[in-house]
């Protein structure tokens, strides 16, 4: 099993990012998919997340609400998060990851498979 970000890189505040996950060695509707962060001296914080199924409901930290989207290619094994009006305080490397769990999976430990992270940085 493989997830590879990519999108990363520098932008300015209210700019915007695409992160893709690829994932490969699953198949991609079984699992749900979170996208984390981590900032320098803080705990890995979850940013949003795509249900399992057909249905693929999404989930939003409150600190990202209305900025960010997640969405699911099934047929491209790719997840995707837009991040729109980008602040500061984005500023993270952001990890995709896939757990076998029904619904929104919240805790790092819910899951099972992660990538390696692509740095976001923006600047004020």
């Known amino acids: 099993v493989q997830l590879v970000e990519s999108g990363g890189g520098l932008v300015q505040t209210g700019g915007s990012l695409r992160l893709s996950c690829s994932v490969s060695g699953l198949a991609l509707n079984e699992y749900a998919i979170g996208w984390f962060r981590r900032s320098p001296g803080k705990e890995r914080e979850r940013v949003s997340c795509i249900s399992n199924g057909d249905l693929s409901t999404t989930n939003y930290a409150d600190s990202v609400k209305g900025r960010f989207t997640i969405s699911r290619d099934n047929a491209k094994n790719t997840v995707y998060l837009q991040m729109n009006s980008l602040k500061p305080e984005d500023t993270a490397v952001y990890y995709c990851?896939?757990?076998?769990?029904?619904?929104?999976?919240?805790?790092?430990?819910?899951?099972?498979?992660w990538g390696q992270g692509t740095q976001v940085t923006v600047s004020s």
């Open positions: 990851s896939a757990s076998r769990k029904l619904g929104f999976p919240i805790t790092v430990s819910e899951y099972d498979y």
